[in-house]
């Protein structure tokens, strides 16, 4: 089980009960932990963590395992919010792929933390998302239906990640990712990274997520013949057994 005691639970919940500070980033984003609950799920027993935030109605979470707070070294993984990936499985991305094998290896660790930002089609909204994948539909081209979909405010989900990770009180972290650059946009906000763990896929991910992919490509499963994925996470999977040519190529 989860080393977060019902009396460490408390002392976050006081102290946040009261929480006000000048926040993070451009926009000053602040948030304030409200509620936590243990979570047993396929991919291990976690505690997961729901928050408020002072700049819109979004309640973003963490999924914790472990002894995270006054933790060091926390390997943690950033994901954005996909309820079309995530939830209903499609494959016009990978984002369900992603947040599996996160959760997966999170769950194998001694402690992490996956944090799930609810800002759904790189913040433009679900329905916004839609909207470009329909305009892919009609035929608009990768970099089209990209400009349809907007760009991930990145500065804004690292502010809010910061913070959310100070309100743990995570003193350091290892982050998930295959980007050494992003180590430097959490840097920026004030958290100390002293690491990065790559995030790859299993070799049954792999497996399923190419067959699926070329299925997908090949009309099996939903019509979207030729129509190459759009990225929706900031970054690209390592997927064990595949090389880099091979995973930019599904991209592609
Ligand atoms: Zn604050
Ligand atoms: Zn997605």
């Given at each position: 089980m989860t080393a977060l005691t019902h009396e460490v639970i408390e002392e976050l919940i006081e102290e946040n009960c009261c929480h006000e500070c000048e926040g993070v980033g451009k926009d000053k984003v602040c948030v304030r932990i409200e509620a936590i609950a243990e979570l047993p799920t396929r991919f291990g027993d976690f505690h997961i963590v729901a928050f408020w935030n002072n700049r819109d109605e979004k309640e973003h979470i963490a999924i914790i395992k472990g002894e995270i707070v006054g933790g060091e070294d926390v390997p943690v993984r950033?994901?954005?919010?996909?309820?079309?990936?995530?939830?209903?499985?499609?494959?016009?991305?990978?984002?369900?792929?992603?947040?599996?094998?996160?959760l997966r290896m999170i769950g194998q660790m001694k402690k992490g933390i996956v944090l799930y930002l609810r800002q759904e089609g790189r913040g433009i909204g679900l329905v916004n998302k839609i909207r470009a994948y329909s305009l892919q539909d009609m035929g608009l081209d990768t970099v089209e239906a990209n400009l349809a979909l907007g760009f991930r405010d990145d500065e804004r989900d690292y502010a809010v990640a910061a913070h959310m990770l100070m309100s743990l009180k995570v003193k350091s972290v290892d982050l998930i990712t295959n980007n050494p650059k992003k180590i430097e946009q959490l840097t920026q906000h004030g958290l100390q990274v002293n690491g990065r763990i790559p995030h790859v896929m299993q070799p049954n991910d792999h497996n399923r997520f190419y067959l699926e992919t070329k299925a997908a490509k090949s009309g099996h499963f939903i019509d979207f013949s030729g129509k190459p994925r759009l990225a929706e996470q900031a970054d690209r999977p390592i997927i064990q057994?595949?090389?880099?040519?091979q995973i930019a190529a599904l991209y592609e």
């Open positions: 950033l994901h954005s919010e996909c309820l079309t990936g995530d939830v209903m499985g499609s494959l016009r991305c990978d984002c369900r792929d992603q947040l599996e094998a996160a057994g595949m090389t880099e040519e």
